[in-house]
């Protein structure tokens, strides 16, 4: 259809240029002719208007959005239903939106509070009159002249996809991937919830920079992190802000907060922690608060404002992502499938699991095999000379050098690191002649004892860490690079511990062969925590 049937469908209006689109409907520019108000007309997609359920869902959604006054809410003038055509008419907002100041001149952490402060005042309003957003994005938040910001374009997804996220079979999503809920992903129930999650998103970019989860993969990837990972944590974010955020974007709903107003509670306290109780007072942006998140805003700090709070709360922080993936246009072509339909589950990488499992147990058997060489054995406390015959007595563990020692009149006195070092076995050669020199004291009075033990627990501390944090999500690529040394020294602390216990002779074949070993189950591991 052109632009006539909307000019035919509102004659008390002047239409103008168009002056936005997404992909649930194009905005045109309009002034009432009587009042001379400007306004902003939304056409909505005509695959609404051609299915007559969505329609009839519509009309009524209509008359929910026209009932809503609210400061933070751009309200609803009208809404024409005629000729093929699905019109909402709404304030014009020449202020730009949150996106743009965010991507430009970036927000500081105190502005970005306030304005989602504002976003869900608006919200709960919404919900309490039955109207869920399910678009809530930073562009979706305007701003007026004034600075006031306010949430646009209600209940429209709610209607068009009846809650459930859509694609096409490009794997184009209707909607904005970067904020949906897992539930919403899904086509679960929705509740408030969906929508704290899409607005804690939002605060955690403004507040970061960027979003809570790895880039790239395209829409579908997008949406499949939010449904099966957890969200990175929020970095250089002092608490409890930090934690307010990572509990709103939880991915189980009853793991978030129950609505709008009780995430507003939490983070106006925690801004009022954090930047003083008469912050929003000396940001001078426009926000109407209930009065129990008032009250808890101004709730005095207990502490003093850190360092990390004055550059948090001066900075202005920008966005480092370009805009986010585009969404799936609305139209009578269009074949649109339920998400949940199209993504998958993330397979389990078996073969990688396998290789690790593989490594690992050759890892622990080989050190009890390689038993080393027959050589002949002195067994000796080693805080004592060595009496042996003999002018030159050469010490060395796997290679290394360790003490190389001239026969005195009491026999081979060796340094007093060597013998802090030398635990189990080592191999020595007096006059060229190899034998085995082993320590009769326990072995865990000594380095290669006890630093092998500590070396073990450190490495499988760290490795466990690394996993997890991976498998969460919480890191990339740089713990999958660190798992190679921490396997390597995993390697050698079970070599070195098996050597020291069994009084085997520690050779540098086998240390190498058990360090090769630990880092190729370590880098296996960590590949199929990060792709699990």
């Known amino acids: 259809m052109t632009l006539s049937s909307v000019v035919a469908a509102l004659p008390q209006y002047s239409v103008g240029e168009q002056i936005g689109e997404g992909g649930m409907g194009v905005v045109y520019g309009g002034v009432h002719r009587q009042l001379g108000r400007p306004v902003a007309i939304k056409r909505l997609p005509h695959a609404v208007a051609e299915d007559p359920r969505m329609s009839e869902r519509f009309e009524h959604e209509a008359r929910l959005l026209a009932r809503l006054d609210h400061p933070h809410i751009v309200p609803v003038y009208d809404y024409v239903r005629q000729q093929g055509e699905h019109l909402l008419v709404m304030e014009r907002l020449d202020g730009g939106t949150v996106w743009s100041r965010f991507a430009s001149d970036g927000l500081t952490a105190q502005q970005s509070c306030a304005l989602v402060l504002a976003t869900l005042s608006g919200l709960h309003a919404a919900h309490e009159a039955g109207v869920l957003h399910l678009d809530v994005k930073p562009k979706n938040l305007l701003f007026t002249s004034n600075g006031v910001v306010k949430v646009a374009d209600f209940g429209i997804s709610q209607v068009v996809s009846e809650g459930a996220t859509l694609v096409t079979h490009g794997g184009a999503v209707l909607g904005t991937p970067a904020y949906i809920a897992p539930e919403q992903a899904m086509g679960n129930a929705l509740t408030p919830a969906a929508d704290v999650y899409a607005t804690g998103t939002v605060l955690y970019e403004l ?17 499949q992190k939010r449904v099966y990972q957890d969200p990175r944590p929020l970095q250089n974010v002092p608490e409890p802000l930090a934690g307010v955020v990572m509990r709103s974007i939880a991915r189980d709903p009853d ?28 940001m001078g942006i426009p926000v109407h608060l209930a009065p129990q998140v008032s009250a808890s805003s101004t709730r005095p700090s207990l502490r003093p404002v850190g360092r990390d709070t004055v550059s948090l709360a001066q900075q202005p922080i920008r966005a480092t992502l370009v805009d986010p993936v585009p969404a799936a246009r609305l139209s009578g072509s269009s074949t649109l499938v339920p998400a949940a339909q199209v993504i998958k589950p993330p397979s389990t990488p078996w073969a990688l699991w396998l290789v690790a499992a593989i490594a690992l147990l050759a890892l622990v058997v080989v050190p009890f095999l390689a038993t080393g060489r027959e050589l002949p054995e002195i067994s000796t406390n080693l805080a004592n000379p060595v009496v042996e015959q003999g002018n030159q007595l050469v010490v060395n563990l796997a290679g290394i050098e360790l003490a190389n020692v001239q026969r005195g009149a009491e026999g081979f006195v060796l340094p007093g690191a060597t013998r802090w070092i030398v635990g189990g076995a080592v191999t020595a050669s007096i006059d060229g002649r190899e034998l085995l020199l082993v320590s009769n004291q326990t072995p865990w009075l000594s380095i290669m004892g006890t630093g092998s033990a500590l ?46 216990l069994k009084t085997n002779e520690p050779t540098l074949s086998i240390a190498l062969t058990c360090g090769v070993l630990g880092a190729a189950a370590a880098i296996s591991a960590s590949i199929a925590s990060k792709r699990a």
Request: a positive charge.
């Open 455 to 500: 070396l073990l627990l450190f490495t499988l501390a760290y490795l466990e860490s690394n996993l997890r944090a991976l498998r969460k999500r919480q890191t990339g690529v740089a713990a999958v690079i660190a798992s190679v040394p921490l396997g390597f020294g995993l390697g050698l602390a079970v070599w070195l511990l098996v050597s020291v």
């Open 255 to 282: 793991a978030r907060y129950r609505n709008a107003e009780t995430f507003a509670i939490d983070l106006a306290g925690a801004a009022g922690h954090l930047f003083g109780p008469d912050w929003l007072t000396r």
């Open 207 to 223: 507040l970061s920079g960027d979003l809570p989860f790895e880039r790239g993969g395209g829409p579908l990837a997008m949406i």
